[in-house]
């Protein structure tokens, strides 16, 4: 779970444990309030002040979005029901990731983290002062109910995310071990660092895999204050919040309320926006970056448009073939419908040259597969030869390229040949197997903005004789249909960490192609792939995991299993300016808005120019 990135505890001091008169050294056990994949955490001491929070930001005020969609539960982690926007953040984790790192985490319910220098297994040591809403204790036994409960009936993530850890167990009245199959998935201690706690006395006598609108006992700095089913919930700062004095708390959750209203389309939910009836808006539409932000708040100032760069990997984004589908496993045919989707054409026209093309799972990072492989690279990927493409050996991967100009003649005449090839060809203007079965599929999507990308894709596949219907489904059956892979091609999109680890199991592993709900959309099954995807987990170096993950990005480029779309280095917000936000943004997430504050001066400006 990319829930953080690096690693080994920081103010870290190091315990040797045995009688003296034992000769032999046993293992050392490094303990800190933080743990990092590699080297030491950024903040030794847990009374740092955090560059990207201001300590002194002033609580109180109501932030209102806007979301896409529907719900009809509370419950996010399970498959039944979609679960309300922001529902997960209720309840705290063992440890908080740090932002400003690419992979440590520090404690947040545990108030210490144990880990031998083999990382065979990792213990937290609870808070004392740490609460549930109601007062009560949180308990090393809801912990370890916790992780049994998501391992086994949780959301399939989590049996993959922790099909390493063995168990768990109470050690003291505060300490819960957790215990690793083996030493090689060195990621696993701060995996489990970001474990949700939940109350287990709340669910005793309740059914977890089902959806349900009971608000469970919480233990977050927010609560449900109140809920329409599927149009809108709002949550409440709690006052008395048990961790609002913890270093990294200090300047967060400053909203006094947090509100969701939730819209069945992305156009009326720009209106609202522009409306006032939303205060914030994530764009990823270029097209509407360029266009649409030109109405009257905009250029008299009371909507501000910040474009801000990230330092993380871009995710890869793409339409998504189903390899479950016979119509889909041969790798000509997916290259030759990769050669219809005309990038450039729609980069220039529907977005305005906003976007670059997508080409690697972990773009602008220093894992991103580049020209061919490396000697250290070879050595890894040798093995593998006559079991991964060809290509991976002796091309670098570029997705296919066009003049712009919207003549994809050239592109159309390698596509066809290439579906000749697998045994297609055009009688009657429609592409035909030798059965007589015509080339047809179907592209659902939940967002009918989807769709201006989508049509002429279309077009340019009938072309070439190929039918590809374009469906456009409401959020719920969406959901379904894709969590039980009940579709032909989706557009998809997976996020990278700076530290990938056994995420990319559920990603990319053979296991997780069977189950429902995973992040193996595509269902893909490989044992090239699940080795590789092994390697990365166990790499003991930053190194040795840059290298592995740059050979697992080769492979995966070139099986083709989907058509790139487009990518950007930076993140557009608009606001309504009656916000005020740290001045320095933490490197890895510089859009966070609980540090963000309702700046009491700017708010009466923007109400007096209302009226």
């Known amino acids: 779970m990319a829930i953080g990135r690096r690693g080994i505890l920081a103010g870290s001091t190091a315990l040797w444990i045995g009688a003296p008169s034992i000769l032999r050294a046993q293992p050392k056990i490094h303990v800190g309030h933080g743990f990092a994949m590699h080297g030491e955490p950024l903040h030794a001491t847990p009374d740092t002040k955090l560059e990207f929070l201001n300590p002194d930001a002033p609580k109180g005020g109501a932030v209102k979005f806007a979301a896409l969609g529907t719900y009809d539960s509370l419950h996010p982690f399970t498959l039944k029901g979609v679960a309300a926007t922001a529902a997960g953040t209720l309840w705290d984790s063992l440890c908080w990731h740090a932002p400003d790192e690419a992979f440590t985490v520090y404690g947040l319910i545990a108030e210490t983290i144990e880990v031998p220098e083999d990382r065979s297994w990792v213990a937290f040591s609870l808070r004392p002062q740490a609460r549930w809403i109601d007062g009560t204790p949180i308990t090393v036994e809801d912990v370890v109910w916790t992780f049994d409960t998501l391992k086994s009936k949780g959301l399939p993530r989590f049996a993959s995310y922790y099909v390493d850890v063995l168990k768990a167990e109470k050690t003291d009245d505060r300490k819960v071990r957790f215990t690793f199959r083996n030493a090689t998935n060195r990621e696993l201690p701060l995996i489990i660092a970001g474990l949700p706690v939940l109350p287990s006395k709340w669910w005793a006598g309740r059914e977890f895999e089902k959806a349900t609108l009971d608000v469970a006992l919480s233990s977050g700095p927010y609560k449900v204050d109140s809920y329409d089913v599927g149009r809108s919930i709002t949550y409440r700062r709690v006052p008395d919040y048990w961790g609002k004095d913890l270093w990294m708390n200090r300047g967060r959750n400053n909203f006094e309320t947090v509100r969701y209203d939730y819209y069945r389309d992305n156009d009326v939910l720009f209106e609202a926006f522009k409306a006032g009836d939303a205060d914030i808006r994530r764009e990823n539409s270029g097209r509407n970056w360029m266009t649409k932000y030109d109405f009257p708040a905009v250029k008299d100032g009371r909507v501000i448009r910040d474009e801000i760069h990230d330092e993380l990997p871009q995710p890869m984004q793409g339409y998504v073939f189903n390899l479950r589908r016979e119509l889909f496993k041969d790798r000509r045919v997916r290259e030759a419908i990769g050669l219809m989707y005309d990038f450039e054409w729609q980069n220039k026209n529907l977005s305005y040259g906003f976007f670059q093309r997508s080409r690697s799972?972990?773009?602008?990072?220093?894992?991103?597969?580049?020209?061919?492989?490396?000697?250290?690279?070879?050595?890894?990927?040798?093995?593998?030869?006559?079991?991964?493409?060809?290509e991976v050996f002796t091309t670098e991967y570029q997705p296919p390229k066009t003049d712009g100009t919207?003549?994809?003649?050239?592109?159309?005449?390698?596509?066809?040949?290439?579906?000749?090839?697998?045994?297609?060809?055009?009688?009657?203007?429609?592409?035909?197997?030798?059965?007589?079965?015509?080339?047809?599929?179907?592209?659902?999507?939940?967002?009918?903005?989807?769709?201006?990308?989508?049509?002429?894709?279309?077009?340019?596949?009938?072309?070439?004789?190929?039918?590809?219907?374009?469906?456009?489904?409401?959020?719920?059956?969406?959901?379904?249909?894709t969590d039980g892979f009940d579709f032909d091609m989706v557009i998809d999109i997976w996020g990278q960490a700076l530290s990938p680890g056994n995420e990319q199991r559920e990603f990319w592993g053979s296991k997780a192609a069977d189950q429902p709900g995973s992040k193996n959309s595509m269902g893909l099954k490989d044992p090239a792939v699940d080795q590789l995807c092994e390697l990365v987990i166990s790499a003991e170096t930053r190194e040795d995991l840059v290298i592995r993950t740059q050979c697992l990005d080769r492979v995966l480029q070139w099986l083709e299993f989907l058509v790139p779309q487009f990518r950007s280095d930076k993140q557009m917000v608009a606001y309504w300016n009656r916000f005020t936000r740290p001045a320095k943004t933490a490197k890895y997430d510089p859009i966070s808005y609980d540090t963000w504050w309702v700046d009491e001066a700017k708010d009466k400006v923007l109400k007096r120019g209302d009226k």
């Open 361 to 390: 799972f972990f773009g602008n990072s220093e894992l991103e597969a580049k020209g061919l492989p490396s000697p250290a690279e070879l050595r890894i990927l040798e093995p593998l030869r006559g079991k991964i493409p060809d």
């Open 406 to 481: 919207g003549n994809v003649r050239e592109q159309a005449r390698k596509a066809i040949g290439l579906l000749k090839q697998a045994g297609w060809e055009i009688k009657d203007g429609k592409m035909t197997d030798k059965a007589g079965k015509k080339f047809a599929f179907e592209l659902i999507l939940n967002d009918a903005g989807f769709e201006r990308g989508a049509l002429p894709f279309k077009q340019n596949l009938e072309r070439i004789g190929i039918e590809m219907n374009v469906r456009t489904i409401d959020t719920s059956q969406y959901r379904r249909r």
